[in-house]
């Protein structure tokens, strides 16, 4: 096994352990910034960068700004329904938009630099 693949996993749960730690604690504010902190975003740049070269970190960035949509949808489905039909059904609706949203990007974009 690579020792990169171990790397992204730490780096990856040590965000999610913050984000759980500090949301469980009623701290939403500071669980949104560790959650949104581009510790992630820029170890992927940097790993993308080195395999591939700045083409590739230019078409991943361009990428994610796209996908923005789908997941303001996701994340807007649990404000405007979390309170009205529950937590656990907007998460499905929302993951359901996400996923369609998502879809309809994937088979209609191409995104290059």
Known sequence: MDIKY???????????SL????????KGLIAAFFANLPVITLTTFII????SGE??????AKSLLVMLFPWLAYIFSVIFLGSKIGIIPSLLIGLTFYLILSYIIIKNFSITT
Not at 6 to 16: C, E, K, N, P, T
Not at 19 to 26: D, G, L, N, P
Not at 48 to 51: G, L, M, N, S
């Open 6 to 16: 171990v790397i992204y996993f730490l780096i990856g749960g040590s965000v999610v």
């Open 55 to 60: 083409k590739n970190v230019l078409i991943y």
């Open 48 to 51: 993308i960068y080195f395999e």
């Open 19 to 26: 984000v759980t730690y500090f949301a469980s604690h009623s």
